[in-house]
């Protein structure tokens, strides 16, 4: 039996069942089933040899170690304990010997080996019949006493095939017991090199579990949530109407048929589940808006939750140019809103906000539309949070996004929404032209923005602060404030940072928004939907610096007005070759998909798209990129195993997820 020590040991692994130990798959692999004459002994190569121990001392020189002679060999242990001393001492008074694993170097007495691995054993005594794994483990849990109780696991366990046998054959799959047998102890016969790129069948047979339980989980996961009540939403309401009568704009054919998507979703009686994604600038913030009036017409609250303040602000501000002239209040909730205001704020039918909108005070009494703006920056628990924020039926929820996702993907990152995509820009949106400057021609530069200033328009001056939490990166920021001040004296420049309070913040952006102020330096806290239409240059200071998604969103917050729009990359002395492919990708492409497709080959899903939207944390051995066929495949066959053998279905996902679970719920 395990002991609690050990249990916690395992824990920290993630290991709690006897099954999950079943699936701690090795990270690698020693071969000790064969030995090696010391003299053989390729360098570089861990080997096992075998000889008489002959004596076994502790010495000192040059520091404390235990040097035991074998024949042939000497093994050194710089840490040891006593007891080995006198075990190896033992061995050379019985004649016995010391099998060692270990690489076999030339040392001042001749062969040698440093700290290795090693068994006392009689002549002759047989050798191990498989590959010796080696296993991810923890401080204090020894691999010897890991691997034990895995192999142990793994003799205990029924591992039946949770596949049908039809679906295994038609795609030429290994069983899954005899693939996770031969993982764990792979017979002599395998070169440990052939399992390290875990391309071998049996390692496609646990991957393709491993998405197979993923796809599963993530579709009954939606299927559970579509399966909830949800209040029906007049969609013909009379703020809706009248809206759509006086739009500020005509939609473009994308707008409508997401709007038209949207629409259909909220007149069921179950949940939306939606994501809206689209380009930089391509319109998705009246979509919402049309939704929310939905929620109003029927009596019900919405909210709009973005990740930063300003962004809140900027919609605030948009909602209420469109929404206020038809009588329809508007609350405002960010960190800083007032306790005395906050109720007043939460009183409005739609409510804007930053995360404040989901703390435990801000409490909403008739939620029925939540709308989550750039949904990838908020943590899984920020959105379950906003979701359980609604008291009774369970609101629909319009998700949205502007690193889009490109489509040959989108049925297998997104198995459990629904996707509207917004795939046009409204008409008299200008390209941006991009140009690449050295630091060196920064005086070109700034007489490029005294130019346009001159000619009326506005400059963003953005700075490469990425962590605005970190002093000395703030601080840059602020120098450059001052310095550009100083170069451009005569124009107005105003500063804009996420560090300012939510007052200023306000007045910086309004300042700017109303062309009082003409440069504003800036943090890429306007990264996200800050919309001036009158800016229509912007320097990115240091741009070898940024992300891919990054430096797209940023260019996009110009050419949105009726001038030539020009974003110029400034790139210091030394470039990393890294740093110059994402400088070629986004000089040379302006669309959002293809940035998007590039930066995934770049960075991968991960770190692209979010981790819980990637679905990548419910994989432990599968890669999204890497393995796209096994992906294609659990795919359709997910579909087809909820469809025609659910019991089947669920058998997997319970042996694959167990306590994994929830992370596909949220
Ligand atoms: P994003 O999709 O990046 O959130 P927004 O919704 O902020 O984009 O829209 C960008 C700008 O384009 C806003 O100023 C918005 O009012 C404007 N806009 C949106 N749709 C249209 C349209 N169909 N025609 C003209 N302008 C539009
Ligand atoms: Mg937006």
């Not at 050990?6 to 099954?19: N, T, Y």
């Not at 190896?88 to 004649?95: I, K, L, V, W």
């Not at 919405?302 to 929404?323: C, D, N």
């Amino acid at each position: 039996m395990k002991s609690d020590a050990v249990a916690k040991k395992l824990e920290k692994l993630g290991l709690r069942s006897r099954f999950d130990l079943v699936l701690h798959l090795p990270l690698r692999y020693e071969d000790e089933t064969a030995l090696t004459p010391v003299h053989a002994a390729p360098a570089g190569k861990p080997v096992s040899v075998e000889a008489p121990v002959l004596k076994a001392q502790v010495m000192y020189r040059p520091k404390r170690q235990l040097v035991v002679h074998a024949e042939g060999l000497v093994l050194r242990f710089f840490n040891f304990y006593g007891s080995q001393l006198r075990q190896f001492q033992r061995a050379a008074d019985e004649g016995l010997r010391v099998r060692a694993f270990g690489e076999v170097r030339p040392g001042f007495f001749g062969a040698e080996m440093a700290h290795p691995r090693y068994r006392i054993v009689r002549e002759g005594e047989p050798l191990p019949d498989a590959l010796t794994p080696i296993y991810s483990t923890t401080k204090g849990l020894p691999q010897s006493e890991l691997r034990a109780l895995v192999l142990q696991a793994l003799d205990a366990e029924t591992l039946d095939d949770t596949l049908p046998e039809s679906l295994r054959q038609r795609l030429g799959l290994a069983g899954f017991a005899e693939s996770v047998r031969f993982l764990h102890r792979p017979p002599p016969a395998i070169n440990p090199e052939e399992l390290v790129d875990r391309t071998h069948s049996a390692w496609r047979r646990v991957k393709f579990d491993e998405l197979l339980a993923q796809q599963i989980s993530m579709r009954l996961a939606y299927r559970a949530r579509r399966a909830r009540k949800a209040p029906v939403l007049k969609v013909d309401g009379p703020l809706l109407r009248s809206f759509l009568q006086k739009l500020p704009f005509k939609l473009t054919r994308a707008q409508m048929r997401a709007l038209n998507e949207v629409v259909r979703d909220l007149r069921e009686p179950h949940p939306m589940q939606r994501l809206l994604q689209g380009d930089v600038g391509s319109g998705k913030t009246i979509v919402a808006a049309i939704a929310c009036l939905a929620a109003v017409d029927s009596g019900l609250e919405a909210a709009v939750m973005a990740p930063t303040e300003i962004l809140s602000e900027q919609h605030l501000r948009k909602f209420t140019g469109w929404l206020a002239p038809l009588g329809v209040g508007i609350g405002w909730l960010h960190g800083g809103t007032p306790k005395k205001q906050r109720a007043e704020m939460l009183a409005a039918p739609i409510v804007i906000g930053t995360h404040a909108l989901v703390q435990k005070s801000a409490e909403f009494a008739r939620l029925g539309l939540i709308v989550v703006d750039e949904q990838h920056r908020f943590g899984v628990e920020q959105r379950l949070a906003l979701r359980k924020k609604a008291q009774g039926a369970v609101p629909h929820q319009l998700m949205m996004s502007a690193t889009p996702i490109p489509r040959t993907l989108e049925m297998t990152y997104l198995a459990d929404l629904d996707v509207s995509t917004i795939d046009e820009m409204p008409p008299g949106r200008r390209t941006v032209a991009t140009r690449r400057f050295s630091d060196r021609k920064r005086a070109e530069v700034l007489k490029r923005i005294r130019q346009s200033c001159a000619d009326g328009e506005q400059a963003y001056w953005v700075c490469p602060v990425i962590e605005e939490s970190k002093e000395g990166d703030l601080q840059t920021a602020l120098e450059t404030f001052e310095v550009l001040k100083k170069e451009l004296s005569g124009l107005r420049v105003g500063l804009l940072h996420g560090r300012l309070a939510a007052g200023e913040k306000a007045e910086v952006m309004e300042s700017f928004a109303k062309g009082t102020t003409q440069v504003l330096v800036c943090t890429t806290v306007i990264e996200v939907g800050v919309d001036v239409p009158n800016a229509s240059l912007m320097v990115i200071e240091s741009a070898e610096r940024f992300g891919l998604a990054q430096l797209h969103q940023l260019r996009g917050r110009i050419g949105r007005g009726a001038r030539e729009s020009t974003c110029i990359l400034l790139f210091g002395a030394d470039l990393s070759e890294a740093a110059r492919k994402r400088l070629d990708i986004i000089f040379e492409d302006t669309d959002g998909f293809r940035i998007a497709r590039k930066d995934l080959e770049l960075r991968g899903p991960g770190e692209v798209l979010g981790q819980r939207q990637s679905g990548q944390p419910m994989l432990r051995f599968a890669d999204l990129e890497r393995d796209q066929d096994l992906v294609e495949a659990a795919v359709q066959a997910a579909a087809e195993l909820i469809e025609h053998d659910p019991q089947a279905a669920r058998a997997h996902v319970a042996r694959w997820l167990g306590s994994r679970r929830e992370l596909a719920h949220a």
